[in-house]
């Protein structure tokens, strides 16, 4: 069992950076990949970026690849959404989630866990 909390959200005007965390509970975090998905009203659920249990491979959408970088730090259960230049087109709910596959899926059906989600809100 993995419970996920997200904080670091919050109001920033467009250029701005954010930087989300994740904490995790339970001592098997490290084997799981994980991964950051956001919402806005009245969309899917997207992919934004995942990192394998290690560490070794990262996946981001072409939509934020070279804005923003995910890290992960297995001996503090936690990781990271580093996010800048940000455009009011990332506003939305941004969630975190384990899988329990090594590498990180695109795919919100193959997470097992989530977080409560955190707020991010760019504005023009």
């Known amino acids: 069992q993995v419970q996920l909390v997200e904080s670091g959200g919050g109001l920033v005007q467009a250029g701005g950076s954010l930087k989300l965390s994740c904490a995790a509970s339970?001592?098997?975090?490290?084997?799981?990949?994980m991964g950051w998905f956001r919402q806005a009203p009245g969309k899917e659920r997207e992919f934004v970026a995942g990192?394998?249990?290690?560490?070794?491979?990262?996946f981001y959408a072409d939509s934020v690849k070279g804005r923003f970088t995910i890290s992960r730090d297995n001996a503090k259960n936690t990781v990271y959404l580093q996010m800048n230049s940000l455009k009011p087109e990332d506003t939305a709910v941004y969630y975190c989630?384990?899988?329990?596959?090594?590498?990180?899926?695109?795919?919100?059906?193959?997470?097992?866990?989530w977080g409560q989600g955190t707020q991010v809100t760019v504005s023009s």
């Open positions: 989630a384990a899988d329990s596959a090594l590498t990180p899926s695109y795919s919100p059906q193959s997470y097992d866990y």
């Open positions: 990192i394998s249990w290690r560490g070794a491979r990262i």
């Open positions: 339970g001592r098997t975090f490290s084997s799981y990949a």
